[in-house]
């Protein structure tokens, strides 16, 4: 039953391209075969080309595009799949080998997004790659979206049909994820998330929040809060510990350093 379903994986690739090997050597090594590899080069960057070609698999379908940013990208690398399902991975992060194996058992009428916990410690991930993970889930509640973005983008499994009628923000410059989640739950879409590490993350420098445009992130996290809060508020308290959260982050990463170690 579970092996009809086709899942489609879709990587989005710019100038962030130095993990990218990894990222899809992730995918190739699933336990769950029946799947396509989506790249979409957004850039037309020869290193991309290089890189592709040398991994020489029948499951990739690479396509070259010019610059069009990374909404108008995971749109149209959802249009170009031919799955049942959609998963996403970024291009820097990693994918557990049973990770697809494991979601699919739990994508049913009532569930529309299946996520897992995940890890940003590469030597934590590296030690799960051969443990053979219980399943156990729970539902991911709206409330939690109030505060935080509470789904690692990487680590989702989407039912295709959901992007018929909800895509990505093609006009926003960050948060693409976030946003769409928020939109999700408002028309009632159910989320489920696996408690096992299935996912790694990865941290490095080129990466948007510690940057140059960090009190743009900050602002736009701000704001997609505020929306979250407006449809599954419980109380005023909710909006203060956004007021207080937002506050924190605009201190220095150095400074939150020094504090965190110690209190």
């Not at 090997?21 to 080069?41: F, M």
């Not at 970024?90 to 890890?119: A, G, M, R, Y």
């Not at 935080?148 to 009628?165: A, E, G, M, V």
């Not at 900050?218 to 956004?242: H, M, R, V």
């Amino acid at each position: 039953m579970y092996n009809e379903k086709k899942i489609s994986c879709i990587i989005t690739v710019s100038s962030n391209f130095n993990f990218l090997r990894d990222a899809v050597n992730s995918l190739l090594a699933q336990t769950y075969n029946n799947i396509e590899i989506i790249i979409v080069n957004d850039g037309s960057l020869k290193e991309v080309d290089k890189i592709i070609n040398s991994i020489n698999s029948k499951k990739i379908k690479l396509y070259n595009c010019e610059k069009i940013g990374r909404g108008k990208a995971l749109n149209f690398g959802i249009e170009k799949s031919n799955g049942d399902l959609i998963s996403i991975l970024d291009s820097d992060d990693l994918s557990h080998p049973q990770k697809l194996e494991k979601q699919i058992k739990f994508i049913e009428n009532k569930n529309d997004v299946v996520c897992t916990n995940f890890t940003t410690d590469i030597n934590k991930y590296n030690k799960l790659l051969n443990l053979n993970l219980k399943i156990s889930s729970n539902i991911v509640d709206k409330r939690q979206f109030i505060f935080r973005n509470p789904i690692c983008h990487s680590s989702t499994l989407i039912k295709k049909n959901i992007f018929d009628t909800y895509l990505y923000d093609e006009n926003r410059k960050n948060l693409f994820d976030y946003d769409l989640w928020i939109r999700l739950n408002i028309n009632k879409k159910k989320f489920i998330k696996i408690n096992e590490i299935l996912t790694y993350k990865r941290i490095h420098d080129n990466q948007l929040y510690e940057n140059k445009k960090r009190l743009f992130y900050i602002f736009s996290t701000l704001i997609l809060k505020l929306k979250a809060y407006k449809y599954f508020k419980k109380n005023y308290g909710d909006l203060i510990i956004i007021i207080l959260t937002t506050i924190y982050s605009l201190i220095p990463q150095k400074i939150r350093i020094l504090l965190m170690g110690k209190f």
